[in-house]
């Protein structure tokens, strides 16, 4: 039984797409690639990888055979230090022995790693078909699936090689959380947290007024639908407004400039993404109240509610010159210079590009 379907339109110039949220909507794939005018008869490329198609592989790959679909699967490692070319290589082989068309597709049925490396890999295969993103994690559902940023990570970097491929549709099921760990869960309500600073007040204080949030097991269902709409509509908002990231979508970036520090440093896989995006929060947060961007008593909310989802808030011990030079090879710099998300009120930041790196080792010395 497919239960409380809502549809969050992704209104772009060119391509547009929807974001599909609804209880048991993994059976809703057929159906869906219809609507979209994919033909009976079409090859998919389904990318997963082993813990989400342990739980839901058979059942994905059996609603595809049923609508008359030709699917086959390619299981990959999916964990940030295989967010890499070899990866990508391995997507376009099975791409080529499924011998996809330019009227084929590839599903990403995953978390942020599987959806941003499918992505990728569509975005290149006979230069370029169709993606679909079907996230099973908290953080891909709210962030990663949403809005077509695509790519792997450089040994300089996270993410400095990638592309814009938007999806032709996002399709979010709920109960793919019921399998999701629970360090993930918490990890992914960063970016929920994330949407709640930068431009949904609303959202924040709903957070705030609710119990045990590092707990998926304790949250009402229609409390989960609600934050998985709110945040997925305020990701889909930015996008529309701003595509490619030529402006205003770099609110999204909120507390990932530290945060890619923290992942590159640190080594991929010692701090999840969604951990290091936390910390990073809170360092943007103390950036802005040393520049008096904020107040104290709404920098210290944040931090109440970052610790209240079980999220770490406290910056790793780095050295210095190693923090800068990793800023300095950001994707974001323009003109030689970081440019900073930081939080003006809640709901509300701003884009700063007057920050020096003393204003950094300053706040990072007080997040310790």
Not at 66 to 89: C, H, M, R, W
Not at 112 to 120: A, I, K, L, Y
Not at 205 to 231: C, G, H, M, V, W
Not at 239 to 249: A, F, L, M, P
Request: charged letters at 25%; one cysteine or more.
């Amino acid at each position: 039984m497919i239960d409380n379907i809502r549809r969050i339109p992704v209104t772009l110039k060119d391509k547009s797409y929807e974001v599909v949220i609804a209880v048991n909507g993994l059976h809703l794939i057929g159906e869906e690639l219809f609507k979209l005018g994919v033909q009976q008869g079409s090859k998919v490329l389904v990318v997963s990888n082993p813990d989400v198609y342990q739980h839901y592989g058979d059942i994905f790959l059996r609603e595809l055979k049923k609508s008359g679909f030709e699917p086959s699967l390619l299981v990959i490692e999916a964990g940030e230090d295989k967010k890499n070319i070899q990866t990508i290589n391995q997507i376009h082989d099975a791409a080529y022995k499924s011998r996809l068309e330019r009227g084929s597709l590839m599903i990403a049925l995953g978390g942020g790693v599987v959806g941003d490396m499918t992505g990728f890999a569509a975005s290149t295969w006979l230069r370029g078909i169709s993606v679909v993103q079907v996230p099973t994690t908290l953080l891909a559902m709210v962030d990663a699936a949403i809005g077509g940023k695509t790519g792997v990570n450089h040994i300089g970097g996270k993410n400095l090689i990638g592309t814009f491929h938007q999806p032709k549709l996002v399709l979010i099921d709920p109960l793919t959380l019921n399998t999701l760990p629970p360090r993930e869960f918490k990890a992914g309500m960063a970016e929920v947290i994330k949407y709640g600073v930068i431009c949904d007040a609303r959202l924040f204080e709903i957070l705030e007024n609710t119990n045990k949030l590092s707990d998926f097991a304790q949250l009402e269902p229609d409390f989960l639908q609600d934050i998985l709409y709110r945040s997925a509509l305020s990701k889909a908002k930015v996008v529309v407004s701003d595509e490619r990231e030529g402006g205003v979508r770099a609110i999204l970036n909120y507390g990932h400039t530290f945060g890619h520090v923290i992942e590159n440093l640190c080594g991929y896989g010692t701090y999840l993404h969604g951990e290091a995006v936390a910390i990073g929060m809170v360092a943007a947060g103390q950036l802005s109240l040393d520049k008096a961007k904020w107040s104290k008593e709404e920098n210290e909310r944040q931090k109440l509610l970052i610790t209240k989802c079980g999220l770490p808030i406290k910056w790793p011990a780095l050295d210095f010159k190693d923090v800068i030079n990793a800023l300095r090879s950001d994707k974001k710099v323009k003109d030689s210079t970081v440019r900073f998300v930081i939080p003006t009120e809640i709901g509300s930041v701003q884009i700063n590009d007057q920050i020096s790196n003393l204003d950094i080792e300053n706040c990072l010395s007080k997040v310790t």
